[in-house]
């Protein structure tokens, strides 16, 4: 077991005594074991805090030129594609510094190939944070609700779905009426009429799928209770999250101490994967696959473009939730990304929340 620091998100590098092993050795010289298991943990809190499938390479890259361009405004001006993309990276690098505050420094002394070896490393350690929390979730979501009927048929994983009543009706964008006989056929059916895209988000990710306001969306937003006990069952050994009791601190995965927005969008993908029928969870967006990376992405937008005291209660609500507190020591609005994404149908749940809040701080384009 590893010991950290108090700090709300940052654990440094650290090796099983307490004392600090710099990144640089861990990934240019010999590993034992118990690095390894650092480099793992490292590279899968950065998939929880910051970012899924990005390489890390591209991240520390961008950071570390940033660092030494400064703003990026003037020489990437009239390229808005480039600039967002560019600029999301550098605030993801941001959020990689609360991981491995001293990165720069190690990369250095990795020498120039530090950047790709270090972005590597931390890469497989995400990989493999990120099989195990899918495993996971679709093995526990079956306990994580009072279902109707005989669930033994779901744990084939082929069996859940749009085919499912129960996981259909999570499943079913908030737009649609699950109970109309029409819009269940469709979903099954794949009908072009009823879409189900990156943008069409689920009921579960509300309070209660079965009453979501479509007039006022954001009302019991991402406060899902199967999105909970999701980032609960993540953050925490199975020990404190049983029962449904309120988890206990000295019983955390990984030394994070309060709700972060990446932890949560993190949790609805995983838990919106574990519903489907898929039989593989990937980023998808060809070759008939779900485009889970999209879906990801759209949240972190939509968020991004809430208004700044919504962002603040509902980040309250959450570590209420599951650290049994309001207080939040990491001001996110200096971390979140300005995210890309494609143009969706104006019917979408997506846009449909947009128009509510009568934002413009959601950027569209074309290519993604």
Known sequence: MFNFPVSPLTPGAYNTNGHRVPLSSLVCGPRSRQDTDLLIMLGGMFGLLGEMWKPIN?????????????????????NDAYFLERNRNRKLFRVLLYVVPDLIDQCRKCGPS??????????????????????MVQRSILDWHDWDGDMS????????????????????????????????????????????????????MWEDPRNIDTDQLLKGFLRGQLIVKA??????????TRNGNQPKPGNLKYPIREVTFGIVTYAVTIVRFALSSEPTFYPGGSDGKWPYQK????????????????RKELKEWWNLQVF??????????????????????EDSVMWRMIAQMHTDKVWSVLSW
């Open 295 to 310: 879906f990801y992405t759209s949240i972190v937008a939509i968020i991004t473009a809430m208004d700044p005291e919504d």
């Open 153 to 204: 048929e779901v744990v084939n994983k082929a069996n859940r779905g749009f085919n499912h009543a129960e996981f259909g009706r999570l499943l079913c964008p908030a737009s649609y009426n699950w109970n109309d006989e029409k819009v269940r056929l469709g979903l099954q059916t794949n009908d072009k009429e009823y879409p189900v895209g990156a943008s069409d988000w689920p009921a579960f």
């Open 58 to 78: 591209k991240i520390i890259t961008t950071g570390i030129e940033s660092s030494r361009e400064g703003t990026l405004s003037e020489r990437y001006k009239g």
């Open 114 to 135: 530090g950047p790709r070896r270090i972005g590597e490393a931390l890469d497989g350690g995400r990989r493999q944070i990120h099989s195990n929390i899918v495993r």
């Open 231 to 240: 980032v609960r069952s993540i953050l925490f050994r199975p020990v404190s």
């Open 324 to 345: 049994g507190h309001r207080q939040g020591h990491v001001d996110e609005d200096n971390l979140m990304e300005t995210a890309l994404v494609e143009a969706q149908e």
